[in-house]
T-cell receptor, first 114, second 114 residues
Framework: AQSVSQHNHHVILSEAASLELGCNYSYGGTVNLFWYVQYPGQHLQLLLKYFSGDPLVKGIKGFEAEFIKSKFSFNLRKPSVQWSDTAEYFC????????????FGTGTRLTVIP | EPEVTQTPSHQVTQMGQEVILRCVPI?????FYWYRQILGQKVEFLVSFYNNEISEKSEIFDDQFSVERPDGSNFTLKIRSTKLEDSAMYFCASSEDQGAPGYTFGSGTRLTVV
């Protein structure tokens, strides 16, 4: 079965600090990888996704993530966070073949202090 | 931008009562999903639906749960006899094809069972 681990439960940063949120997955086959963001009171929004090709993926709002196959990781990064990045961030994975459902990590709450 | 619409945004129900959560997926999407998020926990897959039948379901989706597409636009989740532990945020999602890449999530329905 697939599983996703996000080791940082709550991260607090000052504006302009750099961000890296960890995500590791467990699955024996080929996967698609995603990062979603959930702003307070809002729905899940897709930040970026990886299917194949360049392992460094750029998403919206200046976020990027790097797929490192050997480490089963897909860490999310942003060089300089803003107060508006305060949100919950979820890493998710689904199998490239077979069932279509997403497996989510437990999420990381990011608080950016102005 | 097309949206997935969920109603109501918040529902309070007494234990043992039946609830129906409603979703209007994006009109040209063919695959529909329900996920839930218990407070403080990860987002969990419940069920996927395609061509008027369930295509995948998780262990959570037991006999108390059912889904239906009663007309061409709505997609409903029914919980037959609610339990306290059903309290959660329920997210509907839809996708155009069998690939999570196309997922669009709704804003969720917060179900509180008292």
């Amino acid at each position: 079965a697939q599983s996703v681990s996000q080791h940082n439960h709550h991260v607090i940063l000052s504006e302009a600090a750099s961000l890296e949120l960890g995500c590791n997955y467990s699955y024996g086959g080929t996967v698609n990888l995603f990062w979603y963001v959930q702003y307070p009171g809002q729905h899940l929004q897709l930040l970026l996704k990886y299917f194949s090709g360049d392992p460094l993926v750029k998403g919206i709002k200046g976020f990027e993530a790097e797929f490192i196959k050997s480490k089963f990781s897909f860490n999310l990064r942003k060089p300089s966070v803003q107060w508006s990045d305060t949100a919950e961030y979820f890493c998710a994975v689904n199998a490239r073949t077979g069932a279509n459902n997403l497996f989510f990590g437990t999420g990381t709450r990011l608080t950016v202090i102005p | 931008e097309p949206e997935v619409t969920q109603t109501p945004s918040h529902q309070v129900t007494q234990m043992g009562q039946e609830v129906i959560l409603r979703c209007v997926p994006i009109s040209n999407h063919l695959y529909f999903y329900w996920y839930r998020q218990i407070l403080g926990q990860k987002v969990e897959f419940l069920v996927s639906f395609y061509n008027n039948e369930i295509s995948e379901k998780s262990e959570i989706f037991d006999d108390q749960f059912s889904v239906e597409r009663p007309d061409g636009s709505n997609f409903t989740l029914k919980i037959r006899s609610t339990k306290l532990e059903d309290s959660a945020m329920y997210f509907c999602a839809s996708s155009e094809d069998q690939g999570a890449p196309g997922y669009t999530f709704g804003s969720g329905t917060r179900l509180t069972v008292v």
